[in-house]
């Protein structure tokens, strides 16, 4: 019997943009203090997904990042969901994926 040495094509590529991944695992945050609430937003942005752990902040700054985070996902047409006592999740329109967008037909 004689083994096969040509390569076989892949069948699927396996490289994958971060902006899809992210979709599936989003970027993990745990703030310390509430000005670090912009760095989150900006990753949210560019992302489009974030996990907040918020365990280590006092009540009150866990508040005002909670609203904050509110505010900026309600903007860019997104939701916000509790995973955890002290965690939430933020998520932007993942029907608008850029990536899967054809350059010709706009």
């Known amino acids: 019997m004689e083994r096969e040495t040509a390569a076989r094509p892949l069948e699927r590529d396996n490289v994958i943009s971060m902006r899809r991944w992210t979709r599936k695992h989003p970027i993990k945050s745990c703030p310390k203090r509430y000005e670090e609430v912009a760095h989150i937003a900006q990753e949210l942005m560019r992302y489009g997904a ?12 866990a508040n ?7 505010g900026v996902v309600f903007a860019l047409g997104g939701m916000v969901q509790r995973s955890g006592r002290w965690q939430i999740i933020a998520i932007l329109d993942t029907t608008a994926d850029l990536d899967d967008q054809d350059p010709q037909n706009p």
């Open 64 to 70: 005002r990042i909670l609203y904050f985070l509110s």
């Open 50 to 61: 974030v996990e907040v752990r918020l365990e280590r902040l006092d009540t009150m700054a």
